[in-house]
């Protein structure tokens, strides 16, 4: 198993040493569904898509062309969404 693509980049919700939540990206290809019980997860349709209005970071990696194929986009959001929640409330990062 490689995982190599980003495409299947979902965030799992962790909790850090102060207690605050943040969103750390995984590769949901490669990770054993069991390990993943009880856990909050989010795919990038739930940070923003066409009828509830796209996230920054979708916004702004699709205005400047940050994508070629497209398939790595999906693991590019993801992994700066995760990067950026770490400076946010993961309940802010929900209404993004």
Not at 34 to 58: F, I, N, P
């Amino acid at each position: 198993m490689q995982a190599g693509c980003g495409a299947c980049t979902v965030l799992l919700q962790m909790q850090s040493d102060d207690g605050n939540a943040y969103f750390a990206p995984i590769n949901s290809c490669v990770r054993p569904i069991c390990s993943l019980h009880g856990a909050a997860l989010m795919t990038v349709e739930g940070l923003g898509g066409k009828k509830q209005g796209y996230s920054t970071v979708q916004q702004n990696l699709a205005q400047a062309n940050g994508s070629q194929c497209g398939f790595c986009s999906v693991g590019m959001v993801m992994s700066i969404s995760a990067a950026l929640s770490e400076k946010v409330d993961a309940k802010e990062m929900e209404t993004r």
